[in-house]
């Protein structure tokens, strides 16, 4: 499974590139760099092309992050990204809201960057078992850190765990699969090459290869 | 000092009780239910009457971190609130760019809700060593935890400490003064009221009285 980070400002671009991708991906991945920019309807045009995922990485108190995932949903997205680390009632208060609209829940366990070790690695294991006690749809673990990935899996039993920080920012496509992803977020290596069709079916090609080999 | 926490969703509705309480408050935070509802754009309206803290509680990695914090600098907001727990690279982008604007960074220790005790109070106490070391503006704190604000307060040195979580989310305004707080954000108490204005009022001379004894 390939999740393009649609990480581009532009709006137009971002369909653009959205339509050259589209049947190489299987969702769409949107940040709050791309909706402050281009409005809260680009999530809504993404999603008449893919699933979009809203990756605005809640952490607030339950109520604000109610409402947040509540404009998410309501605008077309399919699933919202929420940081298990603003605890168990903000997670209940985004799954309560994503129930509703038959959305997804994701929890971030580390970030791929170098601070994902500092705090949130100390909490992360803790945030797999809430995930799986509270049976959303699934996880963010770090590509950068394949052992962590494999960790994560084992523990996250059958919640799907989606790993971004591969190629510019360093991980292994192959590796990650290996340590038991089930999915991969690509940005930047798709949206800024001058064919993202092209690159995403050869990445695409790539993970499938892989996914028949080690699952 | 008393914030303003505009967590309204209709954007002439916020400009409305900007206007009414601009005269009793120091800043105006604004949170992604009204900026997603309202668009980007209410930034600069609303900093146009008082000093806008975007409240983001950006925690993302670090290059997306940074674009965050551009698109809120640059459509006016004053400050940023990040959370600290997504590590000291990420801070220390999105300090970079406020800088550049010279606006100001605020990191989270805690959220004021109950689940901001379960991973984030296990971490809160070096992100504040952390918020020091880098010198950030300041630290948002839980008003509804008054012990944890007097230890984050002492253990923040010269920082600005400001508390959400009074009032309607339980706190005691008293209390969170007494225990060292420099600001106090208010939301629903004062835009629920009928009228805002005269209740900002009276909050911001409660704020000066207290101050005053325990500063």
Redesign the interface.
Known sequence: MLILAL?V?DGERAVKIAKETSEHISAIKV???L???A??EIVKKLSDLKPVIAD??I????Y?SS??AE?AFTHGARGVIV?????????KAVKEVADRYRGDVYLVTE??????????R??SD??VEMAVEMNVAGLIAPATRPERVAEIKKAAKRLRVICPGVLT?GGSIEDVLKAGADGIIVGRAIYNSPTPGEEAMRINELITSFLKKYK
């Open positions: 990480d400002t940040n709050y760099p909706v402050l920019s409005g809260i605005f990485k952490a607030d108190i339950p604000t409402l947040i404009i940081h298990g680390l603003a605890g168990s009632d903000t997670v970030l791929s960057s170098k601070g994902g070790e500092e705090f949130m100390d909490c803790r945030i920012q």
